[in-house]
């Protein structure tokens, strides 16, 4: 609980610097809490912090905390029961996209030819606990860790990368990963992938990512995480992308079978 009290205080600090400020105190704690429930950070079932402690963290009223739990009851995202608490009942299920690979990682590669990439870091560390678990790894395992900040050819900074790596064997260089497409360098190291998956969401820039993208904190960024898998089916490379959406699109063109 004190984990997740701790990323909606996160989002809660975002929310006060932008737009959202401007609304009522329990619509924005209501807002909060119901993009947590439906982007999946707080999963079917889980139960929610009490009015106590909503009000405690957010430095708000029971009756602030009590009006933004009614309306999340009243939306049937969570049900609330005497004794037991407020759950979540509202189950998140992303539904996948099926696209060609080849056609995606493509795209991708021509789009790194028309940007220039500037490394932040380069590291070999031990994956946060999502992570690791997303790329099947115990805890002492080691990863490539990079992160990246793209800008198009008018040097304008539109995309941050954060990219947990295994599998690497040379290449991750700062030379290479500024001058080639990162996906060439992996296929250096013969990692070859074969399945994609990916979620779209959106996120508030952080000031950090802010001040790299060139927005206001707070702002909502196009948010992609990629999982990318190798012939054997296995997990080898975790990317998680935030771009400014005033320099860049996500564009698909689908069939109607």
Not at 216 to 228: I, K, N, Q, T
Request: net charge positive.
């Amino acid at each position: 609980m004190t984990e997740l009290l701790s990323s909606l205080k996160s989002e809660w600090a975002l929310a006060q610097s932008a737009e959202l400020a401007r609304v009522p105190l329990y619509h924005q704690l209501y807002t909060v809490l119901k993009d947590a429930i439906l982007d999946g950070t707080v999963a079917y079932e889980a139960q929610l912090p009490t009015e106590q402690q909503l009000a405690a963290t957010f430095d708000v009223s029971r009756i602030t905390a009590r009006r933004a739990m009614d309306e999340l009851a009243n939306e049937k995202l969570i049900a609330r029961f005497r004794g037991k608490g407020s759950h979540v009942i509202y189950k998140y299920k992303p539904k996948p996209v099926r696209a060609p690979l080849i056609g995606m990682l493509e795209d991708l590669i021509e789009m790194s030819k028309h940007s220039t990439t500037r490394v932040i870091s380069i590291e070999k560390v031990v994956a946060p606990a999502e992570i690791r678990s997303r790329l099947g790894l115990p805890e002492t395992s080691t990863v490539h860790k990079v992160v990246r900040v793209l800008s198009n050819e008018n040097g304008e900074p539109y995309a941050h990368y954060v990219s947990w790596t295994t599998g690497v064997c040379k290449g991750f260089t700062k030379r290479n990963l500024q001058s080639r497409a990162r996906l060439d360098v992996l296929r250096d190291c013969g990692i070859r992938l074969t399945k994609v998956d990916q979620v779209l969401s959106a996120r508030n820039a952080s000031k950090k990512i802010a001040r790299e993208l060139q927005v206001e904190p707070g702002e909502a960024l196009l948010s992609v995480r990629r999982d990318s898998y190798d012939a054997n089916g296995v997990v080898v490379d975790v990317l998680e992308c935030l771009y400014n959406p005033k320099r860049y699109q996500f564009a698909m063109e689908l069939g109607v079978e």
